[in-house]
T-cell receptor
Framework: EAGVAQSPRYKIIEKRQSVAFWCNPI?????LYWYQQILGQGPKLLIQ????????DSQLPKDRFSAERLKGVDSTLKIQPAKLEDSAVYLC????????????FGSGTQLSVL | GENVEQHPSTLSVQEGDSAVIKCTYS??????FPWYKQELGKRPQLIID?????GEKKDQRIAVTLNKTAKHFSLHITETQPEDSAVYFC??????????FGSGTQLTVLP
């Protein structure tokens, strides 16, 4: 079974620039998550999708972050404009949904904002 | 919202000894408690999970205990091996909505 795919693996940008991350979940997984993991901390949920609808985006900084999952499969997370404090690993995860909560994580995108 | 506290932040044990990591949670509605292992530069991977209707669960050298009354749960690793060295995260949620992670424990198993 293929895992959760993410790209790019690394990204270096300057502050105020824009950046986008892509995620393709495990086939058939209804639920998709984006997490932000700052160095030395646990992952923090940014947004959760159920199929193509948003379930929870209460911790997403909506003035600069946006995410979409248009066809209920792959997803894109965008930051515009980036700040220094956005430097982190952005992890995508998916789960089957329907009461099956086990999360499968992708390898993440390591973002450095200079 | 849910708040999960995890301790210790670092833990060193001799190979073959046991390791215990403890977490407390704040939301009494939480009913799902997974533990993830994250090796350096790699993705978090689920190692064991427990639901609120169960007090203890074991899988070979790994066990998790849950005390709903006190709102705390613990990870126990017996007969530790060098490959157990990693960062371990606990988490809590109500039915997989907004899974909240602890801050992590860096476990080092000394040969």
């Amino acid at each position: 079974e293929a895992g959760v795919a993410q790209s790019p693996r690394y990204k270096i940008i300057e502050k105020r620039q824009s950046v986008a991350f892509w995620c393709n979940p495990i086939s058939g997984h209804a639920t998709l998550y984006w997490y932000q993991q700052i160095l030395g901390q646990g992952p923090k949920l940014l947004i959760q999708f159920q199929n193509n609808g948003v379930v929870d985006d209460s911790q997403l900084p909506k003035d600069r972050f946006s995410a979409e999952r248009l066809k209920g499969v792959d997803s894109t997370l965008k930051i515009q404009p980036a700040k220094l404090e956005d430097s982190a690993v952005y992890l995508c995860a998916s789960s089957p949904g329907r009461g099956k909560e086990k999360l499968f994580f992708g390898s993440g995108t390591q973002l450095s904002v200079l | 919202g849910e708040n999960v506290e995890q301790h210790p932040s670092t833990l060193s044990v001799q190979e073959g000894d046991s390791a215990v990591i403890k977490c407390t949670y704040s939301d009494s509605a939480s009913n799902y408690f997974p533990w993830y292992k994250q090796e350096l530069g790699k993705r978090p991977q689920l190692i064991i999970d427990i639901r609120s209707n169960v007090g203890e669960k074991k899988d070979q050298r790994i066990a998790v205990t849950l005390n709903k009354t006190a709102k705390h749960f613990s990870l126990h690793i017996t007969e530790t091996q060098p490959e157990d060295s990693a960062v371990y995260f606990c988490a809590a949620s109500e039915s997989a909505r907004q899974l909240t992670f602890g801050s992590g424990t860096q476990l080092t198993v000394l040969p």
